[in-house]
């Protein structure tokens, strides 16, 4: 993958009309994924990061393709891992295969920096919107982000998608959710930050997704998780499991930070209907029962660069079991193990019950949770024409 490389450029107008935003547990042609690298997230030893991405990469590719972004410095890594199942042309359309492309970005969080797919007219189009390593230097994470930016442009051209070219709004793709159907979740903590759009109004936000996403309705939760580095992104606190239907992020008890969090946005679901005029329903899914945090070996072994958001021993991560992933047939969920078996296993089983028709399959993620975010995070779906 190159820089630049040529887009087909459309025009929001000529397919606003029939513009849809497919829900994630949809039918997906494959997942975008970026190789994790980056010593501020993953740190110096990214080994067990590396390890925690490839079981999803393995798990993904007995039920739809992948697409893997790695830099030219990792790439023999990552053939020697993967060494046999690697497509290394432009084929696309073709089940379960891991298709590379070399290419170097900032960090790894696919679901942010990547293309957002939607369909129209029976054809797929990525959308590239501006993205500042949320908040820009307002309260941005890293000082330099360029690479990231630019990843959504030449990602969909190799995809041989066309592209609606969103620029310079300023959007990451954890921070909306949709049920397929012209409902869209966000986070006011979120969307109305400073240090994203700061001259748009509410409102004028809320049109610009409409226009781009195809939404009829969207629901402004107030919060997310506590202690979440990105003002808050929807997809760690609340998620549609098909169209009406909603899990939400929840605790019990009254002294977690989180409680209040919740409540505002349980309440908040409650009273509303999405863009069909159905009242929602909402399931409760328990956060870790025992507050994920940085250990001093962790703090160790992070190298920040200079503008970098820093971590400190004992800091809260935003743990959460919604930070899950729909993929065809199966669901990921996050895993954090210790003192959270427990808790671990009671989110499978809810989601299991919650999904009977998939299989969940659970991923001991902390270490994915040390660079940020979790496997929802890195993972970016790619939906199916047709």
């Known amino acids: 993958m190159t820089d630049n490389k040529n887009n087909t450029i459309i025009s929001?107008?000529?397919?606003?009309?029939?513009?849809?935003f497919p829900g994630e547990f949809e039918l997906h042609e494959?997942?975008?994924?970026?190789?994790?690298?980056?010593?501020?997230?993953?740190?110096?030893?990214s080994s067990k990061a590396e390890d925690a991405f490839a079981e999803i990469i393995t798990k993904l590719l007995q039920v739809e393709n992948v697409y893997l972004v790695v830099s030219e410095k990792a790439s023999e890594k990552v053939y020697d891992r993967f060494s046999g199942i690697i497509k290394t042309d432009n084929t696309t359309n073709l089940n379960h295969e891991l298709i590379v492309y070399i290419y170097e970005t900032d960090d790894s969080w696919a679901r942010d920096v990547g293309p957002t797919f939607v369909l129209a007219n029976n054809k797929r189009y990525g959308i590239n919107w501006s993205f500042n390593a949320w908040g820009g230097t307002y309260d941005g994470l890293y000082a330099s982000w360029n690479r990231d930016d630019r990843l959504a442009k030449n990602f969909t051209a190799l995809a041989g998608d066309?592209?609606?070219?969103?620029?310079?709004?300023?959007?990451?793709?954890?921070?909306?959710?949709?049920?397929?159907?012209?409902?869209?979740?966000?986070?006011?903590?979120?969307?109305?930050?400073?240090?994203?759009?700061?001259?748009?109004?509410?409102?004028?936000?809320?049109?610009?997704?409409k226009k781009y996403l195809g939404a009829e309705?969207?629901?402004?939760?107030?919060?997310?998780?506590?202690?979440?580095?990105?003002?808050?992104?929807?997809?760690?606190?609340?998620?549609?499991?098909?169209?009406?239907?909603?899990?939400?992020?929840?605790?019990?008890?009254?002294?977690?930070?989180?409680?209040?969090?919740?409540?505002?946005?349980?309440?908040?679901?409650?009273?509303?209907?999405?863009?069909?005029?159905?009242?929602?329903?909402v399931h409760k899914l328990p956060i870790p029962d025992v507050p994920v945090t940085c250990t001093a070996e962790d703090i160790d072994n992070y190298i920040f660069e200079e503008g970098e958001d820093e971590r400190e021993a004992g800091e809260r991560l935003a743990a959460s079991y919604v930070n899950f992933y729909f993929a065809n047939d199966c669901?990921?969920?996050?895993?954090?193990?210790?003192?959270?078996?427990?808790?671990?296993?009671?989110?499978?089983?809810?989601?299991?019950?919650?999904?009977?028709?998939?299989?969940v399959i659970p991923i001991y993620a902390r270490?994915?949770?040390?660079?940020?975010?979790?496997?929802?995070?890195?993972?970016q779906q790619i939906p199916r024409v047709n």
């Open 12 to 20: 929001i107008d000529e397919i606003k009309n029939s513009i849809r």
């Open 30 to 45: 494959g997942t975008l994924i970026i190789w994790p690298e980056r010593p501020g997230s993953w740190g110096k030893d």
């Open 162 to 209: 066309e592209l609606i070219d969103a620029a310079p709004f300023v959007l990451e793709g954890g921070s909306v959710h949709t049920d397929g159907e012209g409902t869209l979740m966000v986070t006011e903590s979120c969307l109305l930050s400073k240090g994203r759009n700061p001259a748009l109004s509410k409102s004028e936000i809320e049109n610009t997704l």
């Open 217 to 281: 309705k969207v629901l402004w939760l107030p919060r997310g998780i506590y202690m979440d580095e990105t003002n808050e992104h929807v997809d760690n606190v609340a998620a549609f499991i098909r169209p009406g239907e909603i899990v939400l992020a929840w605790t019990d008890n009254k002294e977690d930070p989180q409680y209040e969090l919740s409540l505002q946005d349980y309440e908040y679901l409650m009273a509303e209907t999405d863009a069909k005029g159905r009242k929602l329903k």
């Open 331 to 359: 669901l990921l969920v996050p895993q954090f193990g210790g003192e959270n078996a427990e808790s671990d296993a009671h989110a499978v089983n809810i989601l299991q019950e919650l999904c009977p028709e998939r299989k």
């Open 367 to 379: 270490h994915i949770l040390l660079g940020g975010g979790n496997i929802h995070c890195i993972t």
